[in-house]
Every structure is written in structure tokens, then in C-alpha cells.
């Protein structure tokens, strides 16, 4: 069964990069056909997809966040990882990775639910001087 873990700073000063990384366990992230994304949930709000990096290595980003954020792979390690740039409080949130996820693009941010997938446990980001 595939675990998945996220790690990084859970203090982040306004302005800089946010940098998460997850490390996946019972599953190669090559595996055909399998997806792998980063989605955050902030204080009383809903799930927030941001992007995804599929098995071959391409990648899909919420238009919403499309300017700021990069997701890139260790295949090495087994490990994907996030970066969002020039962060502001509003990005304060609980940051979860997941594997083949369903999301909504159909307004300007997406959407995604937790009935479908496997998810990490998440980790909270605050932005704050």
C-alpha cells in the first residue's frame, strides 16, 4: 500500500518560496499510469488543488497559482516536490500531497475532494515575519 509523507518549514516568510517535499513509499512515482499532486486546505476554507507531476514526468498546474508554482521529481529518492514563490499570509494552509486525485478546473482555481486518492497525513505552512 503506498504511504506518502510531507516535509519542509512550517514557518515562511512573506515574499519568499515555500518548499515541500514528499516521499512516497510502497510505489515508484514512474509507475505508468499513476499521478502525483500537491493540494492545501487554509483556515475555513475547502481543498485547494494546485498541480500535479504524472509518471512520466510531465506536469499541470491551477491556472489560479500556474505563475508561482513548480513541481518537480527525484526519481532517485522517490520523492516530488513543490515550490510556491512570493508567498503572502493568504497561502498559510495545511499542505497535503496525494496520488490520482480528482480535481475540478472549472473556474479560475481547482477543486478536489478527499473521497478519492491516497493522501498524506499534511503538513501546516504558515506564512508570517
Known amino acids: 500500500q503506498v504511504q506518502l509523507q510531507e516535509s519542509g518549514p512550517g514557518l515562511v516568510k512573506p515574499s519568499q518560496t515555500l518548499s515541500l517535499t514528499c516521499t512516497v513509499s510502497?510505489?515508484?512515482?514512474?509507475?505508468?499510469?499513476?499521478?502525483w499532486s500537491w493540494i492545501r486546505q487554509p483556515p475555513g476554507k475547502g481543498l485547494e488543488w494546485m498541480g500535479v507531476?504524472?509518471?512520466?514526468?510531465?506536469?499541470y498546474y491551477s491556472p489560479s497559482l500556474k505563475s508561482r508554482t513548480s513541481i518537480s521529481r527525484d526519481t532517485s529518492k522517490n520523492q516530488f516536490s513543490l515550490q510556491l514563490s512570493s508567498v503572502t499570509p493568504e497561502d498559510t494552509a495545511v499542505y497535503y500531497c496525494?496520488?490520482?486525485?480528482?480535481?475540478?478546473?472549472?473556474?479560475?482555481?481547482?477543486?478536489?475532494?478527499?473521497?478519492?486518492?491516497?493522501w498524506g497525513q499534511g503538513t501546516q505552512v504558515t506564512v508570517s515575519s
Open positions: 496525494a496520488r490520482d486525485v480528482r480535481y475540478d478546473c472549472s473556474g479560475y482555481g481547482c477543486h478536489t475532494s478527499r473521497d478519492f486518492g491516497s
Open positions: 510502497g510505489g515508484s512515482i514512474t509507475t505508468s499510469y499513476y499521478a
Open positions: 507531476i504524472r509518471y512520466d514526468g510531465s506536469t
